[in-house]
């Protein structure tokens, strides 16, 4: 847990967390902030961590943005504004285009945690979007860990072996044909919907064209060759 900002703490040896902090806010190419209101301004706990930014400067020249999640579009005003001033002070690349209110209610929240809503995880893409259209240096990640990628690449695998898809790249779009077979179509609905959530930088949609399952993987017209590292999950586009 973080301790209470004290500048006269702020030297070596540091808190273990404060070190885990700052080589976390270091090894991000961006920082995405999303922040509740609290008494008409950042919890104090945010503005803790923020205050631990300070001395360290992982935060300076890094692209950041917000999305401000409160269901009443009035709300989180004092919060944001905040978070605008420190940000700014500590001269971090405020991202304004990328800084958008994202309406969640309580009911989109899943028993999981996780947002499930389509609506809602589209405009949070789209925050993320931004913020690459701004910066083309960074890289895309799939937000997967290492163990779940390592089963998504063997189902993946398993499916193309099977199924032995052809791939087309028409523009900004993948659209990748399967044999149709046994269990296919289901595989590749559930796994185009897991990489979803994960690789969301692309829109994953499946149809079925004369009974032939197709994948169609879509990248923003801004950023069409977020579809390159995807192509080599089906051997490449002919
Ligand atoms: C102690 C406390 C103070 C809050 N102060 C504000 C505030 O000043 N402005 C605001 O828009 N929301 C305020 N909120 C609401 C939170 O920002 C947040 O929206 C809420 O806790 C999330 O629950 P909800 O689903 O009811 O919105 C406060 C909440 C708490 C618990």
Redesign the pocket.
């Known amino acids: 847990m973080l301790p209470h900002f004290n500048p006269d703490d702020d030297h070596e040896p540091l808190p273990a967390a404060v070190v885990g902090l700052r080589n976390a806010i270091s090894g991000a190419d961006a920082a995405l902030f999303c922040t509740?209101?609290?008494?008409?301004?950042l919890p104090g706990s945010l503005k803790n961590l923020l205050d631990w930014t300070v001395g360290g400067t992982e935060l300076t020249g890094k692209p950041v943005a917000w999305a401000k999640v409160?269901?009443?579009p009035?709300?989180?005003?004092?919060?944001h504004a905040t978070l605008a001033t420190v940000l700014g002070y500590v001269q971090a690349n405020i991202v304004t285009s990328a800084c958008r209110h994202v309406p969640i209610?309580?009911e989109m929240v899943g028993p999981d945690g996780l947002v499930a809503n389509p609506t809602a995880r589209e405009a949070i893409s789209q925050t993320l979007q931004a913020t690459l259209q701004r910066h083309p240096e960074i890289p895309v990640a799939c937000t997967l860990g290492p163990e779940d990628g390592t089963e998504r690449m063997r189902r993946w695998q398993q499916l193309v072996q099977h199924a032995k898809p052809t791939t087309r790249r028409i523009g900004h779009q993948l659209e990748v044909q399967f044999r149709p077979g046994s269990g296919v179509r289901d595989e590749l609905e559930a796994l185009a919907a897991a990489e979803q959530q994960c690789c969301a930088f692309v829109a994953w949609t499946v149809a079925v064209d004369t009974g032939q399952p197709v994948l169609h993987v879509t990248a923003s017209s801004e950023q069409p060759d977020d579809i390159e590292p995807i192509m080599s999950l089906f051997g490449g586009a002919s």
Do not use: L, Q, V
């Open positions: 509740p209101d609290c008494a008409g301004t409160a269901a009443d009035r709300r989180g005003e004092g919060a209610s309580r």
